[in-house]
């Protein structure tokens, strides 16, 4: 099941808004056959693990065993199911890490594969499996994309100045923020953010893809020689004006401005199918996901730099710190809300 795992996480985010799922087929204690959802829209995991099985060993799979990260499909979406494809096979056992929460499967398949006869073994690693296709649980279970906050802070609490851009996580921290920019569907930024720091928002350190860029521009004041308008990634502006503007790869979205702006937003990404989001900035969108509880995790590096004034940084809940690690002359701590909030 680790294996699956690890296949699964090799989606690094083409398989959105499918969750990411890994299958390993095993005859007399040896892998003969594995595969992940590599992308959405393309074979699932168990179709790319049965194919990778040689045709010499095909016959195996009637007394082999599957391993699934999640529970397999029960329904026709882009492709057919994979339960029926496990019985054409006659595979006689499978092991399943998570059930499906979406309400297409949700046991279905398990309950099929009993009825013909197959063994069944679920909650293997379950935790682990749930933590693996947590952004799709989210979607599915809260009807909301999965929310992860990010910033970087001075040793005293601050996460920058007033009037200019000040660098704080170093080079490592920097790479890996971008391996996170890959792994997820989009990237948010404030009016102010964008306007002091003219960010990229893209992916330049890692390999992989870039996210879709986000920008909150409620009164469109923004310059558009900013790299936000560079049309180099598909980006969208949410506003509550009428624009006119037309600019390559960039749609202006109109939106409420109101005390319930994160929810407007959360559901507008949700109903396109936007798997999850990652928050960048500044401290006003940050502070206000956390005080309206939508969000599920919060990625912080802090220096040891001492800045004496500027932008405070947004204060999470002490009892959400799930981790700490060293990155050289950064520390990086994982915090997870536990009772995240849900659109529904």
């Known amino acids: 099941m680790k294996r699956c795992f690890v296949l699964a996480n090799r989606a690094g985010g083409y398989n959105a808004p499918n969750p990411r799922v890994g299958a390993v087929v095993v005859y007399n204690n040896t892998i003969i056959g594995e595969g992940y959802h590599k992308q959405y829209g393309e074979a699932h995991a168990e179709v790319n693990a049965i194919n990778s099985v040689p045709d010499s060993q095909k016959s195996l ?24 494809l496990i019985l054409k096979h006659k595979i006689p056992r499978v092991v399943i890490s998570s059930v499906d929460p979406f309400a297409e499967v949700a046991g279905k398949s398990i309950r099929k594969l009993k009825d013909k006869g197959v063994e069944v073994v679920s909650g293997v690693l379950e935790k682990e499996g749930l933590g693996l296709a947590r952004r799709f649980f989210t979607n599915v279970q809260r009807n909301r994309p999965y929310v992860l906050l990010k910033f970087a802070q001075s ?20 790479r890996l923020v971008h391996k996170w920019r890959s792994e997820e569907s989009a990237i948010i930024v404030g009016t102010n953010t964008a306007a002091l720091d003219n960010p990229r928002l893209n992916n330049r350190l890692y390999f992989g893809r870039n996210p879709l860029r986000l920008v909150l521009d409620r009164n469109l004041r923004l310059p558009k020689q900013l790299h936000l308008f560079d049309g180099n990634t598909e980006t969208l502006v949410f506003t509550e004006k009428n624009n006119s503007d037309s600019l390559p790869n960039v749609r202006f979205v109109h939106l409420k401005f109101d005390d319930y702006l994160i929810q407007h937003l959360l559901r507008y990404l949700h109903e396109n199918k936007i798997q999850s989001l990652l928050v960048e900035g500044g401290r006003q969108l940050l502070q206000s996901f956390i005080d309206s509880n939508l969000w599920d995790e919060a990625r912080v590096f802090s220096s040891t730099t001492f800045l004496n004034k500027g932008v405070e940084a947004p204060v999470l809940p002490a009892n959400s710190l799930k981790s700490s690690q060293q990155l050289a002359d950064n520390t990086l701590d994982v915090f997870i809300n536990q009772n995240a909030g849900s659109l529904s």
């Open 61 to 84: 799979l009637s007394s082999s065993v599957i391993y699934v990260s999640l529970e397999p499909c029960f329904h026709t979406g882009k492709t057919p199911p994979c339960v029926d």
């Open 155 to 174: 040793k005293d609490g601050f996460i920058g100045s007033t009037d200019k851009e000040i660098a704080i996580s170093n080079p490592i921290s920097n």
